[in-house]
């Protein structure tokens, strides 16, 4: 058994420990996440699902936090532009 | 569709774990549910790359007779029932007890710079670490206060981080007569010259702190204030926390009487850990920072008490009543400089999920008049972050929470059991 993961982040392949989270997988592409209201770059602060900042597309499901989705095979992750 | 279990337990840390596991020692039906994937909270949270420490290996593998409800968050309370949202649907838990082990999170500071990507908490970053967030090779400043930036130091470094040092808010002087405090707790005292041998090298500062951090898109520099001067560090991380707060927002929705020790508000209990809501218990961090030992025997206390074992629960109050004597300890020596309240300046984002300035706020006396004219506290923590730290900044206490607790879908609230398949549309973000 593989125990490493592939998804796919803003198009690029990334290899993660199985159990990671998708914000770890996010940080090794990007630290970009999402864009705030005012324009700027935000990443996750808090890393324990209560600010919210880390919050990405996971497979077509819009605002899902990264820190608190473990990664699958296969899944399809995108900052939030 | 309802499950009805005869103690559910909200919260799978050390609290929630031990009084899971004293609640099913009497044969109860124990539900143990938490939003996170992995049962251990967040001192004990699972590490991608490293073994758990044995205690929490023990606490999660002693588990028996307990249903493990991973990745439920709840979203609202019902008359003797939690509505639920997993990542496949919603659902409603009915309970006979309830016991409130929602532990606490990171108080975090605003200061110029603190929206850059490469910003966290000091127990963030540790949080992300164990997630598998890539470190090794990286320069990473810590900052903040209290014993969580050694032990979040410990973990960085043992996955390769490259520490340029940990900045203690605390004096010199405080943060030594705390060092002597502690050989009046072994335990403890064992534990703090573990994480020092474990740092051996860290430049450990006092009296210091993160005033400013810079870059372009991401972090790059920070200006440190130290008793010498300003100093600033190259680093591609800061990890910064300033202690810990209670999470009360369930307990405040369940109707639970809190209490303002300081700034932020606690779950009020009695001695027995009895709320004053018939049936629903409160353990831990909920209750007033106390720490890990703390947690793990309020949590077995509450599970004693759930299923009508007050002998069991009696016998253990005076080693509670002592191990609550270091949270006290805590509090008092790694009190907050009055300097850390006046380093957001005018431009400074306090609200980062609506980008409402420190400027903005400045008319405004209380959190409901401040949200409605300028959306402070209106986005998806819900004043988690800005209406703690407006709170400590002694702007003006959060606005009472309302349901639901935590953003969730439209099918949730309908209370359906299970989600439509293409449900962004019901998120109103199909774009």
Not at chain 1, 43 to 51: I, K, N, S, Y
Not at chain 1, 58 to 80: L, Y
Not at chain 2, 50 to 70: F, N, S
């Amino acid at each position: 058994m593989s125990s490493t993961v592939r998804l796919s982040v803003n198009g690029q392949a990334v290899d993660v420990p199985v159990g990671a989270s998708v914000a770890a997988a996010m940080a090794q592409v990007s630290l970009h996440f999402r864009r705030s209201v005012g324009g700027t770059s935000r990443a996750p602060l808090c890393g324990m699902g209560v600010c919210f900042e880390c919050r990405v597309r996971i497979d077509g499901v819009a605002h899902v936090r990264a820190c608190m989705t473990p990664v699958r095979e296969g899944m399809q992750v995108q900052s939030h532009d | 569709m309802t499950e009805l279990y005869d103690v559910l337990v909200v919260g799978a840390g050390p609290a929630g774990l031990a009084a899971a596991q004293a609640a099913a020692g009497q044969g109860a039906r124990v539900g143990l549910i938490d939003a996170q994937a992995r049962p251990g909270g967040q001192v004990w949270r699972h590490d991608v790359r490293r073994a758990a420490p044995r205690a929490a290996r023990e606490a999660i593998a002693h588990l028996h007779g307990v249903e493990w409800l991973a990745q439920h968050s709840v979203i609202a309370a019902e008359a003797s029932a939690l509505r639920v949202e997993t990542p496949q649907g919603s659902n409603l838990l009915a309970y006979g007890s309830l016991i409130l082990a929602t532990g606490a999170r990171e108080l975090l500071l605003p200061f110029p710079g603190w929206t850059l990507p490469g910003v966290t908490g000091a127990g963030g970053l540790q949080a992300l670490t164990k997630q598998g967030w890539p470190v090794a090779g990286k320069r990473v400043v810590i900052a903040g206060s209290g014993p969580l930036l050694l032990a979040a130091a410990a973990t960085l470094r043992a996955h390769g981080a490259r520490l340029q040092g940990i900045y203690e808010q605390a004096s010199t002087a405080t943060v030594h007569a705390f060092a002597r405090q502690l050989l009046h707790w072994p335990a403890r005292a064992v534990q703090a010259l573990g994480l020092r041998a474990r740092l051996f090298g860290v430049p450990y500062h006092f009296g210091s702190f993160v005033r400013h951090a810079h870059g372009d898109t991401a972090l790059q520099v920070v200006e440190i204030e130290t008793p010498n001067g300003t100093q600033t560090i190259d680093c591609d991380l800061l990890a910064a926390g300033y202690g810990l707060v209670p999470n009360v927002e369930l307990a405040s929705a369940l109707g639970c009487s809190l209490t303002y020790p300081g700034a932020h508000p606690q779950v009020q209990v009695d001695a027995f850990l009895r709320t004053g809501v018939a049936n629903v218990y409160a353990a831990g961090e909920a209750c007033g920072i106390g720490g890990l030992a703390v947690a793990r025997l309020e949590g077995t206390i509450a599970g004693h008490m759930a299923t009508g074992n007050t002998e069991a629960a009696t016998a253990l109050l005076p080693q509670r009543n002592q191990a609550r004597r270091f949270g006290d300890l805590l509090t008092k020596h790694f009190a907050l400089d009055p300097r850390l309240r006046k380093l957001a300046d005018q431009q400074t984002l306090i609200c980062r999920c609506e980008d409402v300035t420190l400027g903005e706020l400045d008319a405004f006396s209380d959190a409901r008049a401040a949200k409605l004219a300028t959306r402070c506290g209106m986005g998806a923590c819900q004043g988690r972050i800005c209406g703690t730290a407006l709170a400590e900044l002694g702007r003006f206490p959060r606005s009472g929470s309302r349901p639901p607790l935590f953003p969730a879908r439209l099918a949730t609230l309908a209370g359906a059991a299970t989600f439509p398949s293409s449900d962004d549309e019901y998120r109103g973000s199909r774009s």
